[in-house]
């Protein structure tokens, strides 16, 4: 049971390239999240998904979009990479639960981003 | 800006002693989440507490909730050097929009 898998790990990236960072549940979740990590500032949403086929917008979605074509996978796309995004990603997943965020999110190890 | 506000943003202690860190946030929530992360981790879910509960319990961790201070406290008893981490807590508003709101995180360092 692999839980939230978050794939690459790792990646340096020059201005103005492109990438897609790919997010795997195997716990069956409606829900999906992605955020990033800066210092200082805690975790900032950027999109999430209630369900296959749904994407919103969180609190900094400019630059970034996302799909969810399937119900396990969440995928974040940088189409024209910048500095300021130079962040660490989590993807996230929780199950819809009684009421609104009445579950726990459970969380990948992160992407470590640097656009240089 | 952020929800939740986390307090001290770090604190180093001795191993069996105490540790408290607290949140302050500033709309209504529907229930707030306490996660720890290790170093180069993802956050793991520790403990919820709604909020129409005052206090809440988990091993080691004891969660207060004060609605009306719009506060909450995290105590982790006899502490270890494996309880090294940042913790943050995390406001899911009443909105019912599914968004977590998450704080900036108490760096703890439990020292052996």
């Known amino acids: 049971n692999a839980g939230v898998t978050q794939t690459p790990k790792f990646r340096v990236l020059k201005t103005g390239q492109s990438m897609t960072l790919l997010c795997a549940q195997d716990?069956?979740?409606?829900?999906m999240y992605w955020y990033r990590q800066d210092p200082g500032m805690g975790l900032r949403l950027i999109h999430y998904?209630?369900?296959?086929?749904?994407?919103a917008k969180g609190e900094v979605p400019d630059g970034y979009n996302v799909s969810r074509l399937k119900k396990q996978n969440f995928l974040l796309g940088l189409e024209s990479a910048a500095p300021s995004q130079t962040s660490v990603y989590f993807c996230?997943?929780?199950?819809?639960?009684?009421?609104?965020?009445?579950?726990?999110?459970?969380f990948g190890d992160g992407t470590r981003l640097s656009i240089l | 800006s952020q929800q939740g506000e986390e307090d001290p943003q770090a604190l180093s202690i001795q191993e069996g002693e105490n540790a408290t860190m607290n949140c302050s946030y500033k709309t209504s929530i529907n229930n707030l989440q306490w996660y720890r992360q290790n170093s180069g981790r993802g956050l793991v879910h520790l403990i919820l507490i709604r909020s129409n509960e005052r206090e809440k319990h988990s091993g080691r961790l004891r969660v207060t909730l004060d609605t009306s201070k719009k506060s909450s406290s995290l105590l982790i008893t006899a502490s270890r050097a494996a309880d090294t981490a940042s913790y943050f807590c995390?406001?899911?508003?009443?909105?019912?929009?599914?968004?977590?709101?998450f704080g900036t995180g108490t760096r703890l360092k439990v020292l052996a």
């Open positions: 716990m069956n979740h409606e829900y």
């Open positions: 998904s209630v369900g296959e086929g749904t994407t």
């Open positions: 995390a406001t899911v508003l009443t909105s019912g929009t599914y968004k977590y709101i």
């Open positions: 996230a997943s929780s199950y819809p639960g009684r009421g609104v965020g009445n579950q726990p999110q459970h």
